[in-house]
């Protein structure tokens, strides 16, 4: 990509992401399929990043459209969401990360299912 705005930097390392994704003013996925499960989408809410992603599998489930970023359909769509970037709160998006994503959020959402369901059960006690 030949632009002076715009710097390809290719894979990064887990121990890179943290600080690569929390210096950017926000993380554009411009997927055009449906994605079941995009992580780079929370680990960016992880760091208060907000995201900008295309209308495709799993990114209205994962986006909070306004909140931690923007739900777009095509190209010009995305431009024009960048303008609206500064407008979220990056201590929001990390509070919504926090909220939907931790393993203590997950815990509650799955704990009462598990008591509900009488708990876990060991399948060796059933041979």
């Not at 710097?7 to 943290?18: N, Q, V």
């Not at 010009?76 to 509070?95: D, E, M």
Request: hydrophobic share 40%; charged share 20%.
């Amino acid at each position: 990509m030949d632009h002076p705005l715009v710097e390809y930097i290719g894979e990064i390392s887990d121990h890179e992401k943290s600080d690569f994704l929390s210096g950017a003013i926000g993380l554009l996925v411009p997927i055009d399929w449906p994605e079941p499960f995009a992580w780079v989408m929370i680990e960016a809410m992880a760091c208060g990043t907000p995201v900008i992603a295309y209308n495709r599998g799993s990114v209205p489930e994962i986006i909070d459209e306004g909140l931690t970023g923007f739900i777009v359909e095509d190209e010009t769509s995305a431009v024009s969401a960048v303008n609206r970037l500064s407008g979220l709160s990056r201590h929001a998006i990390r509070k919504q990360f926090e909220t939907r994503f931790t393993h203590t959020a997950w815990r509650s959402i799955i704990s009462p299912s598990i008591a509900a369901d009488g708990g876990p059960r060991s399948h060796a006690s059933s041979w």
